[in-house]
């Protein structure tokens, strides 16, 4: 059997909006609610770190009681005929409960804290609420695992040589405006065919040819699905 294609997928916000999280940058979306500099940026942190930690708790609360929608799952599906490969700007684990298994969470994790001193060591909470003041087992003060406006994004080193080596890429409901993550399309070979589903009109640096499918995640991912099983021949 020849070697499966590789399709690499960087997913925003707009995934886990038919799941019930609100997006971002949407009217209504979180920045409307909330400052972004209080809540996600390393100097809210160090100003008023127990703001920021009720707001991961309620955000993980939500995460318990939400469930992949039909995007996050015909992505796993998709593992069957691809190598496939998601790169998620979310923190959220909805694409792993929908049961892919190479996920790269380019901005943390909502189940996971790290102490505040030490980026490497990593704790699963999964939906325990935490505490300000929370130490880990060698006595570090723990902070959320969660990456932050104004702090490095390590696996973005990870994402890059994904999307070089991709086969066939998409961008789905994300806004591409949060660097690093927005300059991964940079990394795109010529070759490789590229998707854009979201169901506003989303820019990309010119002279890119993206197949852009203006639908909302569940319609979108199915529609990207029969196209690529038709393409490569497994459609019956
Ligand atoms: P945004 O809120 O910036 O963009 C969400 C995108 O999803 C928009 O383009 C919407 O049109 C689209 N969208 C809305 N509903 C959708 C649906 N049902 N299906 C598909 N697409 C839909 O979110 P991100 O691009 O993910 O970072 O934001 C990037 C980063 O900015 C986030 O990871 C977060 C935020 O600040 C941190 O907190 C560090």
Redesign the pocket.
């Known amino acids: 059997m020849s070697e499966k294609k590789r399709l690499v997928v960087l997913t ?4 886990s ?2 799941s019930g999280f609100k ?4 009217s209504d ?1 979180l ?1 409307e609610q909330y400052k ?1 500099e209080d809540v ?1 940026s390393i100097e809210g942190w160090y100003r008023n770190p127990e703001l920021i930690i009720d707001f991961y708790n309620d955000l993980r609360t939500q995460l318990e009681k939400a469930q992949p929608n039909d ?1 996050h799952k015909i992505l796993a599906e998709l593992e069957k005929y691809f190598d496939v490969r998601i790169i998620t ?2 923190v959220d684990n909805l694409h792993e409960r929908a049961g892919s298994t190479h996920v790269v969470h380019l ?1 943390g994790e909502l189940t996971k804290v790290r102490p505040v001193n030490n980026a490497s060591k990593i704790y699963d909470i999964g939906y325990s609420r935490m505490t300000y003041g929370d130490k880990s087992p060698d006595n570090e003060l723990l902070r959320p695992h ?4 104004g702090e490095a994004v390590p696996m973005i080193s990870e994402a890059s040589r994904l999307v070089r080596d991709a086969d066939i890429f998409a961008v ?7 660097y690093p ?1 927005a300059g991964l399309v940079h990394d795109l070979r010529g070759k490789t065919e590229a998707f854009l ?4 009109e ?1 820019s990309v640096p010119t002279g890119m040819k993206f197949k852009v499918i203006r639908e ?2 569940s319609k ?1 991912v199915a529609i990207m699905r029969d196209e690529l099983l038709r393409e490569f021949g497994f459609a019956s």
């Open positions: 925003g916000a707009g995934i909006a038919e997006t971002f940058r949407d979306g920045w972004v996600a995007g700007q979310n901005h969660i990456v932050w406006f789905i409901g994300s806004s591409l405006v949060v993550a589903i979201d169901p506003k989303v909302v995640a979108g």
